[in-house]
Structure formats: C-alpha cells, structure tokens
C-alpha cells in the first residue's frame, strides 16, 4: 500500500544528511522560555516603520566549584507584524511567556569602530509567535502595608 521504489528511498534518506553549503531558504530558529524583562516598547525604522522591541530574560544554571549558579541572559526581540505588534503592546513586564524567533547572524563591519555595536558580531531575533504561559504577579492598591504606622 505504501511502497516507495528503491531509488526514491536512497534520495530521500541521503538528503536528510546533505553536506552541500546553505542554502538562502534555510532558517534558523530559537525558542525561548522566560520573562519579560520589561514592557514591550514601539519603536520605528529609519523608513518610520512601525516595530515592537521586547526582552526576555532567562536562566540557566551553570556547574560552578562552589557549586551550581543561575547565570542570566538577556534576548532582544524585534517584531515587525502589525498584527502581533498590537498583541505584544498589551504584555506586561514579569510575563511568563514562550517565544519563536528567528535568529541572523550579522557579521561586524570592517570600517566600524570595534567597541560600537557595528563593529562587532550582532545576533537579530525577530518575532515569529509568543504565547503568555503566566501573567505578572500584581499588587492590589491600597494594601495594608501602605499607610499603617
């Protein structure tokens, strides 16, 4: 019912393992887990194109000798989907979420100054999907902390 000639199954099984260059259709993607380090901010291109900026925080633990320490790290995501931008503006800080983007590797510019960002090796993520896991924790006003002497 399922057959598949002989010389297709080679084809195929021999491509899942290419060594041939990259090609421009291939794509490199990065999920994360973490949180929101601050509230989504809108910002805008050179061309006044609209764009959404967010950071997500997260953490790794890492072997030290006196023991295991969280070590943090921060991604800056840059998202140009109107539709998800208008999504990304109601996110607050402290948010729990999930992340798919795509990442680029810009190679530093020759002619730039080593210590500016152009002169060094940049990594771009850009926004594909965020799905909130767990909203902020929020302190109701007017607390019986405030005030009371």
Same mark, same amino acid.
Request: a negative charge; zero cysteines.
């Given at each position: 019912m399922f057959s598949l000639s002989r010389g297709a199954a080679l084809r195929a099984s021999s491509?899942?393992?290419?060594?041939? %260059?990259?090609?421009?259709?291939?794509?490199a993607r990065l999920l994360l887990i973490g949180r929101l380090?601050?509230? &989504?901010?809108v910002r805008y291109t050179k061309t006044n194109k609209e764009?959404?900026?967010?950071?997500?925080a997260t953490t790794n633990n890492s %072997?030290?000798?006196?023991g295991v320490q969280p070590t943090t790290t921060w991604h800056h995501v840059l998202s140009f989907h &109107?539709?998800?931008n208008n999504y990304l503006r109601t996110l607050k800080r402290g948010s729990l979420v999930f992340a798919e983007a795509n990442f680029e590797l810009?190679?530093?510019d020759p002619n730039a100054?080593?210590?500016?960002?152009?002169?060094?090796?940049?990594?771009f993520l850009r926004?594909?999907?965020i799905r909130v896991l767990k909203r902020p924790y929020e302190e109701k006003e007017g607390s019986e902390s405030e005030g009371s002497s």
């Open positions: 491509r899942a393992f290419s060594t041939t %260059p990259s090609r421009s259709s291939d794509m380090g601050k509230d &989504p901010e764009y959404v900026a967010y950071t997500i %072997p030290t000798p006196e &109107p539709a998800a810009r190679q530093p100054d080593p210590d500016s960002p152009e002169g060094q090796r940049q990594i926004h594909e999907h």
